[in-house]
C-alpha cells in the first residue's frame, strides 16, 4: 500500500509539472514598442534597456518607433557621448530581431534626406501613427525609456 501511495504521488507531481510548463510551449512571444522622440541620451538609455531585455527574455518581439530628435541615433554617422557609433549597437540588435522604425514627417520638416537614415532602419509614413498601430493592432505593449 505505501509504495501504491508513494507512485500515485510521483504521478501528481509529475502531472503537475507537466502542466506548469506546457502553456510555456504554446505562447506568444511577448511584443514591445519602444517609443523615442527626445535625443541621444533617450536613445543609450533604450538600448541599454533593449540589450537587458532581450538577456531575460531572447523571444521577445521589439519595435523601435523613432520621431522628432529620437531619430538622431538612426542617422549616418550618429555617436554617443563617448563617441561609440550608434549603427554598430543598431546592426547586433537588428541582428536579434529588433525593429527599427523612423518617421517620415519628421524627415520632411526637418529637411533630412531619407539616404541619412541607415540601411537597418525603416522609413515609416508618422511615428506616433505607428506606436498606434502597433499597440491597437498587433497587441505591442507600450515603453518608453
Known amino acids: 500500500m505505501k509504495a ?46 533593449i540589450r537587458n531585455h532581450l538577456s531575460t527574455d531572447p523571444k521577445v518581439k521589439i519595435a523601435v518607433v523613432t520621431h ?9 554617422g550618429a555617436e554617443d557621448k563617448d563617441k561609440n557609433p550608434y549603427h554598430v549597437i543598431v546592426e547586433d540588435l537588428v541582428s536579434q530581431g ?30 506616433v501613427g505607428e506606436v498606434s498601430r502597433l499597440q491597437a493592432r498587433e497587441g505591442y505593449a507600450y515603453l518608453k525609456p
Open 98 to 127: 529588433v525593429e527599427f522604425k523612423v518617421c517620415n514627417i519628421t524627415l520632411e520638416r526637418r529637411k533630412i534626406d531619407r539616404s541619412k537614415v541607415i540601411p537597418e532602419a525603416k522609413v515609416v509614413p508618422s511615428g
Open 4 to 49: 501504491f501511495v508513494q507512485t500515485l504521488r510521483l504521478v501528481a507531481l509529475g502531472a503537475a509539472l507537466l502542466a506548469a510548463t506546457l502553456p510555456a510551449f504554446g505562447e506568444e512571444p511577448i511584443k514591445v514598442v519602444y517609443h523615442l522622440n527626445t535625443g541621444l541620451e533617450q536613445a543609450s538609455d533604450a538600448l541599454r534597456n
Open 68 to 76: 522628432a530628435r529620437g531619430i538622431d541615433f538612426l542617422l549616418a
